[in-house]
């Protein structure tokens, strides 16, 4: 069974930054690639950015050039380093593994960008 952590949501100012960061139960190096996605109100869940096994990156036209992500194998952690926030990247941020055809979620952590 896989267990994905998040951590480092909460409020921040407009402007500011924040990491994010997903703690997996066991090497991230099984998995074929890991994610953030987000949900805010009213909105359908949209992937943030992506990281694979290869070490391969992909963002979101709106958060390109603003977030990073990042892989840690000894901590078997990846990150979401998050900068020059704006009120529009409020949401809930899920963690994402993808093993082969399985997939797995993390139960979200909240970010909250206003003044």
């Known amino acids: 069974q896989v267990q994905l952590v998040e951590s480092g949501g909460g409020l921040v100012q407009p402007g500011g930054s924040l990491r994010l960061s997903c703690a997996a139960s066991?090497?991230?190096?099984?998995?074929?690639?890991m994610g953030w996605y987000r949900q805010a109100p009213g909105k359908q869940r949209e992937l943030v950015a992506s990281?694979?096994?290869?070490?391969?990156?992909n963002y979101a036209d709106s958060v390109k050039g603003r977030f990073t992500i990042s892989g840690d194998d000894a901590k078997n952690t990846v990150y979401l380093q998050m900068n020059s926030l704006k009120p529009e990247d409020t949401a809930v941020y899920y963690c994402?593994?993808?093993?082969?055809?399985?997939?797995?979620w993390g139960q979200g952590t909240p970010v909250t960008v206003s003044s």
């Open positions: 994402n593994a993808r093993l082969s055809h399985l997939e797995f």
């Open positions: 066991g090497s991230i190096l099984r998995f074929n690639a």
């Open positions: 990281i694979t096994s290869a070490g391969s990156t």
